[in-house]
């Protein structure tokens, strides 16, 4: 078994290959199930507002369904920057058939995380901002998982700013966890750090034996693949990372209810 909970397609504004190319490439990759988690985005700065439609996503999903689902587990997924700002729209898609739902934080106000958000303030006052934002995602009741908690890395190591250290931000930091475990989320490790200049899941170690000692058990895995070439990647590390802090097991979900697959069926 091999899962992989975290990618995007042609239906989000950054993705490059459409979902059956995702999918036949899921299954050369020897992948037994995924969540295909497109982009929904209400920032009024983001690129991708509006784009995300339900109707053509599920209409495109259900033919790819029916012809790759004896061969591989497709789950239907949503990735929502912010829900807790949006909560209208986060709503009305209730009534479609998705079986997870990252919330990530990609935007701080007009500043995104991956554009201008670090030279537009301090970075310790945008890291407070995120972390604020990310607990106020967990304590929204409208996810399922916690998205890459410090993916932020990625854009403060290319502006040569300081190594992020979570110690320095431990507080915040154990509250977030709190909530997701309060709240009965599940937190993402997402592997894409793995393959980029960090060189770490986001959430890192420290993190992720923190949540462990917190009591959190429920994790999801992910490649936050936008290219085929990166579909599956750096899965088993994430696990073998798990396994090495203590978890047990991994969490899949359908029609938004949790599941937990024990990592010894990964082996």
């Given at each position: 078994?091999?899962?992989?909970?975290?990618?995007h397609?042609?239906?989000?504004?950054?993705?490059?290959?459409?979902?059956?190319?995702?999918?036949?490439r899921a299954?050369?990759?020897?992948?037994?199930?995924?969540?295909?988690?497109?982009?929904?985005?209400?920032?009024?700065?983001?690129?991708?507002?509006?784009?995300?439609?339900?109707?053509?996503?599920?209409?495109?999903?259900?033919?790819?369904?029916?012809?790759?689902?004896?061969?591989?587990?497709?789950?239907?997924?949503?990735?929502i920057?912010?829900?807790?700002?949006?909560?209208?729209?986060?709503?009305?898609?209730?009534?479609?058939?998705?079986?997870?739902?990252?919330?990530?934080?990609h935007?701080?106000?007009?500043?995104?995380?991956?554009?201008?958000?670090?030279?537009?303030?301090?970075?310790?006052?945008?890291?407070?901002?995120?972390?604020?934002?990310?607990?106020?995602?967990?304590?929204?009741?409208?996810?399922?998982?916690?998205?890459?908690?410090?993916?932020?890395?990625?854009?403060?190591?290319?502006r040569?700013?300081p190594?992020?250290?979570?110690?320095?931000?431990?507080?915040?930091?154990?509250?977030?966890?709190?909530?997701?475990?309060?709240?009965?989320?599940?937190?993402?490790?997402n592997?894409?750090?793995?393959?980029?200049?960090?060189?770490?899941?986001?959430?890192?170690?420290?993190?992720?034996?923190?949540?462990?000692?917190?009591?959190?058990?429920?994790?999801?895995?992910?490649s936050?693949?936008h290219?085929?070439?990166?579909?599956?990647?750096?899965?088993r590390?994430?696990?073998?990372?798990?396994?090495?802090?203590?978890?047990?097991?991994?969490?899949?979900?359908?029609?938004?209810r949790?599941?937990?697959?024990?990592?010894?069926?990964?082996?």
């Amino acid at each position: 078994m091999l899962i992989d909970y975290h990618m995007h397609t042609t239906h989000s504004v950054d993705g490059h290959a459409t979902l059956r190319d995702m999918c036949e490439r899921a299954i050369d990759e020897g992948l037994t199930e995924i969540a295909v988690t497109d982009h929904l985005d209400g920032n009024p700065c983001d690129p991708g507002v509006g784009m995300f439609s339900a109707e053509r996503f599920f209409e495109e999903y259900r033919e790819v369904v029916d012809a790759l689902g004896d061969r591989l587990t497709i789950r239907a997924g949503l990735e929502i920057g912010e829900p807790h700002e949006y909560r209208d729209t986060v709503e009305e898609l209730a009534a479609w058939p998705f079986d997870v739902v990252i919330g990530s934080v990609h935007y701080i106000g007009p500043h995104g995380v991956h554009e201008d958000l670090f030279d537009a303030m301090p970075l310790e006052t945008a890291l407070e901002a995120y972390l604020d934002s990310q607990l106020q995602i967990a304590r929204s009741g409208l996810v399922d998982v916690l998205g890459h908690l410090d993916y932020f890395q990625r854009y403060t190591l290319i502006r040569d700013l300081p190594p992020f250290d979570p110690e320095r931000f431990e507080n915040p930091i154990r509250d977030v966890l709190r909530a997701v475990i309060e709240n009965g989320l599940a937190l993402e490790v997402n592997t894409s750090g793995l393959r980029q200049k960090p060189g770490v899941c986001f959430p890192d170690r420290m993190i992720l034996s923190w949540y462990h000692d917190m009591g959190g058990r429920a994790v999801t895995v992910g490649s936050d693949a936008h290219y085929l070439d990166h579909v599956g990647a750096n899965i088993r590390d994430g696990m073998g990372l798990l396994r090495e802090i203590g978890f047990e097991s991994v969490a899949v979900y359908r029609r938004r209810r949790l599941k937990r697959i024990p990592l010894r069926k990964f082996d």
